[in-house]
């Protein structure tokens, strides 16, 4: 086993291994790729786990409370053993990369990156993404206000309230305090809008809503998430994060993943069987997440029903522990009684009957 682990990336998992080099024997190397786009800010957020201790600490708010609101019901979960998180990307880097400089790893630009070191190697720049592959994308901005307008308890993590025409999509609602807040436009739909439809839909949705029409803008952020299974940035090279199945399919959530592939590589490292950054989530849970993204391709009118229906059926605790990949069978039955039957019926037989001229290798 060669001395030598080389991380080409510089974003969440790269230094998030990177924090946790002390662990292993090996030096570890982190490679800044010289073509990847400028590093933009954003809101991280996750469920409390025993595993995101260190991410706790710099969280910069905290809701025992959750809400999901479409246009004729809402429910309020809550947990005080799970509580919803959220921090800055850049304070989870900042801490990492401290961490990684106690440990002596190294960062260099690839420009200056010697390839024949026979180095154990591994790649955290994005994946491949297929046509026509579900796109978790959104547009979001931070704002403060002069008036108290926010509930700074409860977070809204989704409020589809919004125009439906392009896909299923809905509010994210982060209240920092009384007078400052996230919010962001998130759709799942295989094709991207402007921004301008992002920014109206958010201008919209505060005026009717919480009577917001002015409003300073501190802070602005946008992603693109594909859903699905992904084929990896170079076939050559093992992936880690993103690239290596951390992202949730159904979901889009990875920070927690991330965390948990590191684990376990570390602990494989340590135990003599070598470093390898396998998929972290439950084969169950993958093929779950396919039936539902093939509802959502096809038939995305019952999103909110489906994410109202699973709020409904659990409980915080619960709720928060089916998205982390922590269910039982009792919560993952809970959650499919739950669902609208006719569409996931028919995703199901997509599935298992797949058509003779399937285009999408992610979703059928």
Not at 30 to 43: C, E, G
Not at 143 to 161: G, H, Q, V, W, Y
């Amino acid at each position: 086993m060669s001395n030598e682990v080389q991380i080409i990336g510089d974003g969440c998992a790269a230094f998030s291994f990177a924090a946790r080099a002390n662990e292993i024997t090996q030096n570890v190397t982190l490679i800044k790729p010289s073509n990847a786009p400028k590093q933009k800010d954003h809101v991280w957020g996750f469920w409390s786990d025993p595993m995101l201790s260190s991410a706790q600490k710099i969280a910069k708010s905290t809701w025992e409370k959750w809400a999901i609101i479409t246009d004729k019901d809402s429910v309020v979960l809550e947990s005080k053993t799970k509580p919803y998180n959220a921090f800055k990307r850049s304070d989870w880097i900042n801490h990492c990369r401290s961490l990684a400089e106690g440990s002596n790893v190294k960062i260099i630009d690839e420009s200056d990156w010697n390839k024949s070191t026979g180095a154990n190697l591994f790649d955290t720049r994005p994946p491949v993404v297929p046509s026509g592959c579900i796109l978790q994308h959104f547009h979001g901005i931070e704002i403060s206000t002069t008036e108290e307008k926010f509930d700074p308890n409860m977070a809204i993590l989704m409020d589809f309230r919004v125009d439906q025409s392009k896909g299923l999509h809905f509010i994210y609602l982060l209240p920092y305090s009384k007078t400052e807040a996230l919010i962001e436009s998130t759709l799942f739909s295989p094709n991207l809008v402007e921004k301008q439809y992002y920014l109206d839909t958010i201008k919209s949705y505060l005026s009717k809503n919480y009577q917001i029409d002015q409003y300073k803008t501190t802070h602005e952020e946008n992603g693109v998430i594909p859903l699905g299974k992904l084929a990896l940035h170079d076939p050559d090279i093992p992936g880690l994060g993103t690239n290596g199945g951390a992202t949730r399919p159904a979901s889009g959530y990875t920070f927690l993943f991330i965390q948990r592939q590191i684990d376990a590589a570390i602990k494989s490292a340590n135990s003599g069987r070598g470093l390898r950054f396998k998929n972290p989530h439950k084969r169950i849970d993958m093929w779950m997440d396919s039936i539902f993204l093939t509802v959502l391709k096809h038939w995305p009118e019952y999103g909110a029903r489906i994410f109202l229906g699973m709020g409904k059926a659990l409980n915080g605790e619960q709720f928060a522990k089916f998205l982390s990949g922590d269910a039982g069978w009792w919560i993952r039955l809970k959650v499919i009684f739950a669902m609208p039957k006719w569409p996931f019926i028919k995703a199901l037989t997509k599935n298992i009957l797949p058509t003779r001229k399937a285009t999408n290798p992610v979703v059928a």
